[in-house]
């Protein structure tokens, strides 16, 4: 029972992901768990659109639909668990969205400085080193398999970007350093497992 529950709610996972998510599998575009996926690409374009060209990046719907899409980050997992609808197209688009969602949020608040841009600089540039990393491990075939220091590094990320969006706090800085320092670890681990993935073929 405990266990049952542990997994249902992500906190107990196997070494792999399962097969349907696996490299070869078919998209499987049309799946609940998806279709939290595109509700979030939703939000986070609605957040650009509108907190960019406000006067200060601090308009509560935007700041909301930011919000909303980063708490939405662990419902297609829990849905994907409930439902044993998981698919490759989610595998992918899961981290992707992710990262579209900490780019749009750097792009916001560097623009109008709730920041300082020497971090968020780093952080995006993280992303999109991360964008080329996953980019080789698919042409090369290889699963990338998110280890708990991303997982655990997502959300004060999102919280140091999110923060500022609704006042000038110290908080925001502190989360964005600690959530950068995470993904910047993570980062280390999945360029090394998959040195040793293709070291191993």
């Known amino acids: 029972m405990a266990g049952g529950l542990g997994r249902l709610l992500g906190l107990r996972r196997s070494d792999r992901e399962p097969e349907p998510t696996r490299a070869g599998q078919p998209l499987r575009p049309l799946t ?27 308009v509560a719907v935007a700041t909301v639909f930011f919000g909303v899409a980063a708490g ?12 044993g609808q998981y698919s490759r197209l989610g595998a992918l688009m899961d981290p992707f969205v992710d990262r579209v969602l900490v780019v749009c949020g750097v792009v916001v608040c560097w623009h109008f400085e709730l ?36 997982r655990v590094a997502v959300w004060p990320t999102m919280s140091g970007i999110g923060l500022p969006l609704i006042a000038e706090n110290w908080p ?13 670890a993570a980062s280390a681990l999945y360029v090394r497992d998959g040195v040793r993935a293709l070291r191993s073929r």
């Open 32 to 58: 609940v768990p998806n279709l939290v996926g595109y509700v979030r690409l939703g939000l986070i374009a609605a957040f650009t659109a509108i907190a960019l060209p406000s006067n200060d990046g601090r």
């Open 72 to 83: 939405l980050d662990y419902l297609d997992g829990f849905l994907a668990r409930l439902t």
């Open 115 to 150: 920041l300082p841009r020497w971090a968020l600089a780093v952080l995006a540039a993280r992303e999109l080193f991360m964008l080329g990393v996953v980019g080789v491990a698919l042409r090369k075939g290889l699963d990338i398999e998110i280890n708990w220091t991303g």
């Open 172 to 184: 925001a800085e502190v989360c964005l350093y600690v959530g950068l320092a995470g993904a910047i």
